[in-house]
């Protein structure tokens, strides 16, 4: 699918507020899924939802999210002959908004939603692409320089699948807005940025001596 | 109830997998939330999941939700006499954790989840408690330095309550767990720590010059 055509809107797509924060650009929605590495999981188990942090990659137009064979979305979407209904969502935080007043009070936010359906990776091709892939969505480059996983680990290991079909994102940016009769008020407002901070890299107790830090940990964003 | 009372496990709140790294401790949950204020909120809409990030504060044994009076959770938790099934998921990252062999990589994180039931807050009183507690949960402090909702900004806001009854936290620390058999490989591991940055205050285009910034922010930790 070329990138300057969005993805269409549907009805649970289509926000009930803030339309104007809401995008079906394909290439934001890239962006953003892109930045991160950690999604929050959602489905439906007896009933009631549940959410769980979990790791993925976008590799084009799908998303790969990591989960042990014996886990509760994994289990459900083996179980589920049409897979899993799901919801991913993944939110980077820019900046908390302070306004004169509580009311405009705001975050800053570019979050991505995802609504499918999650199919099990079985072919072992997809899948070991798929490891690959969530391994370097989190630190890049890394896939290459690691041993990969044999045929125990890689069967102990479950990857679901979810087409990038009904997807939106969500970003508000820029100050405070604050109402006109407010301004005159006198407490501070403007925006705190915040961002994601990366420490130096810690060696393993059992890391030989010498071992030196590879240039994809010192070259990053942030570090 | 008392902090080293821990929370009861339920079969939702006992994970399939790695249990070590499950806690029902109070003192540890309220910890974990109290350290954040933008939660994913899962719920149920025409029988699939949704997963919205939104903010949140701790007060007591309660979680307050924000919301606006025209989002779907908010509609949906009015208009349910029991109110709404919701999962509330909060997750701090720590750091990525690099092995040699890319089954044994992982992520350092602390993350809670509730499973409860989202009912509105109609109570005036505690209405206008809640939103001070969303507004400080993000920014110590600010919400005695700011005008407070009046009746019309009160009545555009819906806040959601959950108490704090089903809920479990998981958390990975340390460094990577390598199979004897791949010590003397040669790949790099450890841990890249993973945190929040905040950046300098940035004051609103319309903030009247001299304006000071105030304690509660620069004293802000990772600032």
Redesign the interface.
Known sequence: MPADIPYPRTA?TTP???PQRASWDRELVHRILDEGY?C??????E???????T?YARVGERLYVHG?T???PV?AAGGAADGL?????V?H?DG?V??????H?S?N?R?V?V?GTARPVTDAGEKAAA??AI?DQ??PG??A??????RK?SA??AVLAIDLTEVSAKTRTG??N?DAA??E???????????????????????AAG????DY?TA?P??
């Open positions: 649970r009930t507020r803030a950690l929050h999981l959602g489905f439906v188990r009933g009631a939802p549940v959410v769980l942090p790791l042990s014996g886990s509760a289990r209904p799901v919801c991913v969502t939110t935080v908390l302070l306004a004169r007043s509580a009311f009070h975050v936010y979050s939603v609504h490891l690959d391994v989190a630190v890394r896939a320089d690691c041993r990969p996983a044999d680990e102990a290991t100050g405070p604050d407010d301004l008020l006198p407490h501070w407002s403007g925006v705190v940025p915040v961002g994601v901070r990366y420490g130096a890299p810690e060696p393993a107790a059992d890391l071992t030196p830090v590879p940990l990053r942030g570090a």
